[in-house]
């Protein structure tokens, strides 16, 4: 997304707000003392999967025949994932079709390459549509595709550039608990997780820059968690 749809002082007033479900609810933030930014709860997060262990994966149906490719992932306004957008393969790597399917009907395999997903076998293709979802309306909360935030620039409250976010943490059953932001070599380096905030409140995932609810970089330091990418290594995928 181009930083050009927003100028630099719309990035300054429109920050992370409120989140949308209780530091209860997601499993990865630790409750935080009174004055005190809530943190991420370091054995919670690498219990997850990060979501680049996902997209790319084959897809087969019960059965094993191979029916696409994972291309994306559709969370709901609750920070669930509600399905995921599949391409199904075709001639010369031009896709023959993509389809949507329903999060509750996939199977991650743990510790085997791919999912599988529950389909009649008696269909040729998965008959789901692509667009039954809220994601493409305009006012929130609603559903929206990881790739919205992949690969945005991550700012803090004052336009100031933090960082690039790389990837999204899940939780085992499906809940998005945590976005991944990867600092430049000027700034330290390192990858930083930072709890998901939730679609109410002032961001939008549509957004051109990932808003970060910090002033400071020392209060972004102090809030995010710096990954130790061999602590992935026993994750659900």
Not at 20 to 30: L, R, Y
Not at 46 to 70: A, D, H, N, P
Not at 108 to 131: C, I, M, R
Not at 192 to 209: E, I, L, N, Q
């Amino acid at each position: 997304m181009m930083l050009s749809r927003i100028g630099i002082s719309a990035v300054i007033v429109t920050v992370l707000a409120t989140p949308a479900f209780s530091q209860g609810q997601n499993p990865a933030v630790a409750p935080a003392l009174p004055g005190q930014v809530s943190q991420l709860a370091p054995d919670a997060l690498y219990q997850g999967w990060r979501s680049r262990q996902l997209i790319g994966q084959g897809v087969t149906r019960k059965g094993g025949e191979q029916i696409g490719t994972v291309r994306d992932l559709i969370i709901d306004a609750d920070g669930r994932l509600a399905a995921l957008v599949i391409e199904g393969g075709g001639a010369l790597g031009i896709p023959d079709a993509v389809y949507r399917i329903p999060w509750n009907e996939v199977n991650l395999t743990p510790g085997q390459n791919g999912v599988t997903v529950s389909l009649a076998d008696n269909s040729e293709k998965p008959q789901y549509g692509l667009f039954p979802g809220t994601e493409g309306v305009s006012t929130l909360p609603r559903e929206f595709r990881l790739t919205e935030v992949i690969g945005d620039y991550a700012r803090l409250q004052t336009g100031y550039g933090y960082g690039y976010v790389t990837d999204a943490v899940f939780s085992q059953e499906g809940r998005l608990i945590a976005v991944l932001v990867s600092r430049d070599a000027a700034s330290g380096g390192g990858t930083f997780a930072f709890p998901y905030p939730g679609t109410t409140g002032r961001w939008d995932p549509g957004a051109s820059y990932y808003g970060l609810p910090f002033v400071t970089e020392s209060q972004a330091e102090t809030a995010g968690l710096r990954i130790d990418p061999q602590r992935f290594q026993k994750s659900a995928l």
